[in-house]
């Protein structure tokens, strides 16, 4: 299955693209994880990527193309994904359509996870995640049994610096002009599901599953 997560920040693509890798047997790939791993290598092109992440900005696609291109080359990539996080505007997803063709595929489906803009700051100010296994919670609604201590591996819980309330207005509003014209580009195309995004994560990806047709 090759598949896109659309939806704004906040909107749950992370915790529902990990629960679906099992389902899917395909592997998540987040462009955000993939930039913050640069980041944390402080690599050149992560050096270069933080500024604009910073601010909540589009990080420049001459960074995320490439570097997403390598990721879908790699072997367990080879049969299906999960994209979460890319493509972000219409150019990039004018972009992956042409890497799909040059190997003979395509995508098979697009879901949209949509969620209203004011739940979205709500959510995402109270997002945690663990530095070590990835795992997230919400201080309100999925708080860990030890606060700032990951429930799965023990791991440290940190904020995303992206996620403080100002870079989360920011994000949200370049949701708004490059990011969302996606759903018109893939409503064309015949591929896009829209599901409703307020729930528990459980209900959410029974949503999405049924979007793809598994019960
Ligand atoms: P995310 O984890 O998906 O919320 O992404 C965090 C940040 O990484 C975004 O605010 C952007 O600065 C950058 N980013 C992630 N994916 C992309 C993309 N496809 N194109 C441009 N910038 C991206």
Redesign the pocket.
């Known amino acids: 299955m090759r598949l896109v997560l659309l939806g704004p920040?906040g909107a749950g693509?992370?915790t529902q693209a990990r629960m679906l890798e099992i389902k899917l047997q395909a592997p998540q790939i987040?462009?955000?994880?993939?930039?913050?791993a640069a980041v944390r290598k402080r690599t050149a092109l992560g050096l270069h990527?933080k500024a604009?992440?910073d601010?909540?900005?589009?990080?420049?696609?001459e960074?995320?193309l490439g570097m997403?291109e390598e990721r879908l080359s790699q072997p367990d990539a080879q049969s299906g994904f999960i994209l979460?996080?890319?493509?972000?505007?219409v150019a990039?997803a004018e972009v992956l359509g042409s890497m799909l063709a040059r190997r003979k595929e395509r995508l098979d489906k697009v879901v949209a996870i949509m969620v209203p803009d004011e739940e979205i700051v709500k959510r995402i100010s109270g997002r945690r995640t663990c530095r070590v296994c990835g795992a997230m919670y919400h201080v309100i609604y999925d708080p860990p049994r030890n606060m700032n201590m990951c429930n799965k591996c023990n791991g440290e819980l940190y904020q995303?610096e992206?996620d403080a309330e100002d870079?989360v207005r920011a994000?949200v509003q370049?949701y708004a002009s490059s990011t969302s014209p996606l759903l018109d580009y893939y409503g064309q195309s015949g591929l896009l599901a829209k599901i409703h995004g307020i729930g528990r994560a459980e209900e959410i990806e029974r949503r999405i599953l049924s979007a793809l047709g598994i019960d």
């Open positions: 920040p693509k992370g987040a462009s955000g994880d993939l930039l913050r990527a604009f992440m601010k909540g900005a589009l990080v420049p696609d960074l995320v997403i979460d996080g890319f493509p972000r505007t990039q995303r992206d870079t994000r370049v």
